[in-house]
RNA sequence: GCUCCCAUCGUCUAGAGGCCUAGGACACAGCCCUCUCAAGGCUGGUACGAGGGUUCGAAUCCCUCUGGGAGCGCCA
């Protein structure tokens, strides 16, 4: 803490260190990994975060687009911050100024927006933090910890090729650690002198403890030739200043992990608590690609999920509480645990987040579906501004929906003109016979002292009996009549929605048509 | 190639040596309910990657193999 302290101030680039929480916290025991029997340095760890605020990060690149691998080790470090009462930073890792995207930048802020992730902190932008990567690369290569290497490009390929040829893993062979001169012409990188001997164990909240040699890894660049650091190091510097605590990420940074904290300690700073989370696969097991999830987040808010219900998802996996599979994000604060998530990989399940769409879709209130649906809605160009009636909309549909999308497509009909009807759904219930059957409806429904949907029931029961006929002799002609389709909610909570005016302009209309037919 | 990680139904998972002739969920099939579509209820099939150990006893512990993944970049 001390050290992480004496990097933190009198420079215009800090960040509002979080004000001294020295509360500890009682549940920090739960960082004991669940597989203790591995962990020997258990204790250590524990005592290392017991006395400070737990602060976990999401730290993406604005390279690609915000999918949903990215989204759920948001959700898990969001999570995790909530459950401790801790702080949840959100962190832009831009420094790849080639290949990041102020559209990408936007994605992550409206996505992490939209899901309802909101950052206590940040965001924070690593391109903005230039000088103070410079300051400690500069105290770095001071100290010894670094050094400029006059490497040309050429000379790393072909020193990587040969490496490959003999079956070797490609390495920097560290050339240039003791040189003395500069050389001429060459503009040179900046790498940190990993420890030669020894080994780095990265202590894993998920994983266990993860030994790795130090002779396994070589001195990376931490500088490029043009003075602007690299990712690792950033990471590093950042994690510190930010006197993050919790590290959660993918587990494709295991690997990455071990330099990471021997730059921390050549820093004088205690490795925050890792935790490594498995990777997302697409539905065929294969890596997550465009073709499966790895769209823009946002595609789901077009595709008519619920941010509720994506977030459900993706907490499943890898990670369950008991039988339960529907989980509200209050019930997601108060159960989930780091240490309860999987250690292998799992396969995104589109049958499955529908499903559970659905069930956040029944599960919420009409009001709450109100204006999702209109944003649904005014995608297809139907302008609505009537809130009652899209929550009495909601209400009617929402258990016959597993999109959002969806249910505004089947609810047209109660917001604008029907544009003909269904051609199968028409020959076969508007038809000679169902004409009489319709002018009845017409007749009693015009009768109607109420127009409620108890009411309405009544007035279409009399009608079969009368006409001596089931129900669905009835019903389905006066759902194709209104709807233009044969599947509609109930047909008494349908007319109730539409309104009379309109059931009867439409009844009468579909009247016509079986006469026709 | 080297290093590291992972391994239960098609998929997500439960399972920390006996409670497992392996439980739940999605999907699928059938039935029930029913004015359509849903929702809901009931029923059904399919899994411990292989081989060795340890043990009275292993899905659970150990080893090997196999399979999958990640990293090895002046990308993040």
């Not at 004991?32 to 591995?38: A, E, I």
């Not at 730290?59 to 691998?69: D, E, N, Q, R, V």
């Not at 993050?244 to 700073?269: C, E, F, W, Y």
């Not at 439409?506 to 009247?511: F, G, Q």
Request: some cysteine.
């Amino acid at each position: 803490m001390d050290q992480v302290a004496r990097h933190s101030h009198g420079r215009g680039h800090r960040f509002n260190p979080c004000t001294a929480h020295h509360l500890s916290s009682p549940c920090d025991a739960d960082f004991v990994p669940r597989r203790v029997h591995k962990s020997i340095r258990t204790q250590e760890f524990q005592a290392a975060s017991s006395h400070m605020s737990v602060r976990t990060r999401f730290a993406p690149s604005p390279t690609g687009m915000l999918h949903i691998g990215g989204v759920r080790t948001a959700l898990f470090s969001w999570l995790y911050a909530k459950r401790h009462a801790g702080t949840f930073v959100l962190r832009i890792e831009d420094t790849d100024r080639e290949r990041s995207t102020d559209e990408a930048t936007q994605v992550i802020l409206d996505g992490m927006e939209w899901l309802g992730l909101s950052a206590d902190e940040g965001p924070f932008y690593q391109t903005r933090r230039m000088d103070r990567y410079r300051e400690v690369l500069a105290k770095f290569v001071q100290d010894g910890h670094a050094y400029r290497c006059y490497c040309t490009k050429e000379e790393l390929a072909e020193m990587r090729s040969r490496q490959e040829a003999a079956k070797q893993k490609p390495r920097y062979d560290g050339t240039c650690r003791h040189r003395t001169e500069p050389r001429p012409g060459v503009d040179p990188v900046i790498r940190f002198a990993n420890p030669v001997d020894g080994s780095v164990i990265v202590e894993d909240v998920i994983h266990g403890n993860v030994e790795f040699q130090n002779t396994e890894l070589d001195d990376l660049i931490i500088a490029r030739s043009d003075g602007t650091p690299t990712y690792n190091f950033c990471v590093v510097v950042d994690d510190m200043d930010m006197k993050i605590t919790h590290v959660i990420r993918g587990d494709d940074h295991l690997n990455n992990t071990p330099r990471q904290i021997n730059m921390l300690k050549a820093l004088g700073s205690t490795p925050p608590v890792y935790a490594h989370v498995p990777m997302i696969l697409g539905a065929d097991g294969a890596k997550l690609s465009k073709r499966h999830g790895a769209v823009s987040v946002l595609q789901y808010r077009e595709e008519g999920f619920l941010p509720s219900a994506l977030l459900n998802y993706l907490v499943r996996l890898g990670w369950s509480h008991g039988d339960q599979e529907v989980f509200t994000l209050e019930e997601m604060q108060a159960l989930f645990d780091i240490k309860d998530v999987n250690k292998s990989a799992s396969a995104f399940n589109p049958d499955k987040l529908l499903w559970l769409n659905q069930q956040h879709i029944m599960r919420s209130t009409p009001q709450s579906l109100a204006p999702h649906l209109q944003f649904q809605f005014a995608a297809l160009g139907v302008a609505v501004e009537d809130n009652a009636k899209l929550a009495a909309v909601a209400k009617a549909q929402q258990e016959r929906a597993k999109t959002l999308k969806e249910m505004a497509q089947n609810s047209v009909f109660f917001f604008a003109e029907l544009k003909g009807y269904d051609e199968k759904a028409a020959k076969k219930n508007l038809t000679a016979e169902s004409a009489p059957v319709l002018a009845a409806v017409h007749e009693r429904l015009s009768a109607l002292p109420q127009w409620n949907a108890a009411a309405i029931h009544d007035a279409v029961n009399s009608v079969a009996a009368a006409l001596n006929v089931g129900l669905g002799k009835v019903a389905q002609p006066i759902r194709v009549a209104v709807s233009g389709t044969s599947v509609s909610p109930p047909i008494d909570v349908t007319l109730e929605v539409l309104g009379r005016e309109t059931t009867l302009l439409r009844i009468d209309a579909a009247r016509k048509v079986a006469l026709a037919a």
